[in-house]
């Protein structure tokens, strides 16, 4: 029992360590309000992503209407 509370505690320093590094941090409150904030900075960037994908993709449907549109006016014209 002694050896795994030993080798529990060594990994909890390693983790500590390692969040302090990568965070600045390994208080656990402050962790998750870290953790908070990306996640709320990833899904306005998601968000912000689909709006410019949705334009995109609005744009091109407007290409095709209006090639659709151009298209039998000109099918019975040879090409140049």
């Given at each position: 029992?002694?050896?795994?509370?030993?080798?529990a505690?060594?990994?909890?320093?390693?983790?500590?360590?390692?969040?302090?590094?990568k965070?600045?941090?390994?208080?656990?409150?402050?962790?998750?309000?870290?953790?908070?904030?990306?996640?709320?900075?990833?899904?306005?960037?998601?968000?912000?992503?689909?709006?410019?994908?949705?334009?995109?993709?609005?744009?091109?449907?407007?290409v095709?209407?209006?090639?659709?549109?151009?298209?039998?006016?000109?099918?019975?014209?040879?090409?140049?």
């Amino acid at each position: 029992a002694e050896t795994q509370r030993e080798a529990a505690k060594q990994r909890l320093d390693e983790l500590k360590s390692q969040a302090r590094d990568k965070y600045g941090t390994d208080d656990l409150g402050q962790l998750r309000t870290k953790l908070d904030e990306m996640i709320a900075e990833n899904a306005r960037k998601r968000a912000a992503y689909q709006a410019e994908l949705d334009k995109i993709e609005s744009g091109l449907a407007e290409v095709e209407r209006q090639f659709a549109e151009a298209a039998p006016a000109t099918s019975g014209q040879p090409r140049r």
